[in-house]
């Protein structure tokens, strides 16, 4: 493993640079990206923000967005970027599969990887890790990587501080979560201060829903939430053809499982999802249930405790169905 020295010694003369993030960006994935971007352009790198796949227009504005690449819509000129780098930034995911077919172009290649995350159980193939599952997001850790490892706080101008708001805000549900801190708060105070402007930017995020996404979540909310009392939980199973009768885009599912988790009494909730290739999972939880245990255990997932996400190969209808024969084993847990 390479030390904070030797990674700023590489730093301090202009370098190959990828920056990657895990499939399907949300606001963390693409504001710690997008963050450290617009805080490396500043030195001279030569900087590429490679993403997996696309991610939700709501999230186009942040600055430097134009510059992404996505990789599905142009595969070989990221995997030359790749090859060519000579250093590469895996941001908000610590195992090469979160990025699909990109993991084993970044594993072969000969760039010091640099992981910056905070989720669970990593994968060893980095070279340097700046990682704490007690962090609310991955840009609250890119901020602590710039200020306080690579001691350039005068590097955080108004577009650094723009992105790694956003990230912070949208991991933290809007600053409600537990591990949203005194320290998370401080660090948003000096963003705001270096020019993130909040009440905008929450705009744009929460306040830019297409007329489609409005009515789909009407839909989901009014005919396919299935309340469990006994267990103190709420599912919402969503089939192909209705993603198609809504014109949903992506990004457009985002969020919907935190309305289920909102209802009074509701200690877990599910939103599952049939995709093209398979069923994917999203629970949520409050207080100490591991919603990540039961993506683990059951769902070839995992996550945070209380956010955490998982697929399945059975239909929908077997998905769901597979879900509520797992509940009765965490009854004490929920009705607590």
Known sequence: ??????????????????????????????GSSLGLYNYLIQQGHHVQVIAPTDYPEFLAWMPGNEEVMIYTGQTEKAAELIAQAEIVFCLDFNNLTRINEMGELVRQSSAVKVMIDHHLEPEDFDDYRYWNINACAAAQLVYSFIVEELQRPDLINADVATCLYTGIMTDSASFRLPNTTAAVHRIVANLIEAGAVNWRIHELIYSNSSENRLRFLGHCLSNKMEILPEFKTAIIAVT????????????????????????????LAAFVVERTDMVKLSLRSKGEFPANEICKKYFKGGGHRN????????????????LKQILPEYKTLLIQ
């Open 307 to 322: 956010a955490a996400g998982g697929q399945s190969d059975l239909s929908l209808e077997q998905t769901v169905e597979k």
């Open 240 to 267: 192909r053809e209705e993603l198609k009768k809504y014109d949903t885009n992506t990004g457009d599912t985002e969020g919907i499982v935190n309305f289920a988790l909102s209802i009074a009494g509701i200690r």
């Open 1 to 30: 493993m390479l030390d904070t020295a030797a990674l700023s010694q590489l730093l301090n003369q202009p370098c190959k640079i990828v920056i990657t993030t895990h499939h399907k960006p949300d606001g963390d994935a693409m």
